[in-house]
């Protein structure tokens, strides 16, 4: 088994340990909205997502955590790793996207 983090293998063999150091640096480089990026978003359609569902990139919007200042939709899938309930009120609707393509 090897983990291999953009490219770089950096660790193989039968068992694996990776320190938070070398899992830090394989993503402290991805540009923000980059596959393996993560963003607090609200669903642009106030639709109910649950958490490992996907979703669209041109659905979402990034947030601050009231669910307000939205930026602009985003590209790409992304799949949702809390939930939201589907309200008007942008505040139930923010929660933690990682961009998987």
């Known amino acids: 088994?090897?983990?291999?983090?953009?490219?770089?293998?950096?660790?193989?063999?039968?068992s694996v340990s990776v320190s938070s150091s070398a899992i830090?640096?394989?993503?402290s480089g991805l540009s923000a909205g980059a596959v393996g990026s993560y963003m607090l978003a609200v669903m642009d359609v106030w639709a109910q997502e649950t958490f490992g569902n996907t979703e669209a990139g041109s659905n979402l919007k990034p947030c601050n955590v009231a669910g307000t200042g939205?930026?602009?939709?985003?590209s790409g899938t992304w799949r949702c790793l809390g939930g939201t309930v589907g309200s008007t009120d942008a505040s139930y609707n923010a929660t933690v996207w990682l961009r998987i393509s």
């Open 24 to 27: 830090g640096s394989g993503t």
């Open 70 to 74: 939205a930026g602009g939709t985003q």
């Open 1 to 14: 088994m090897a983990f291999i983090s953009n490219g770089t293998t950096v660790a193989s063999g039968g």
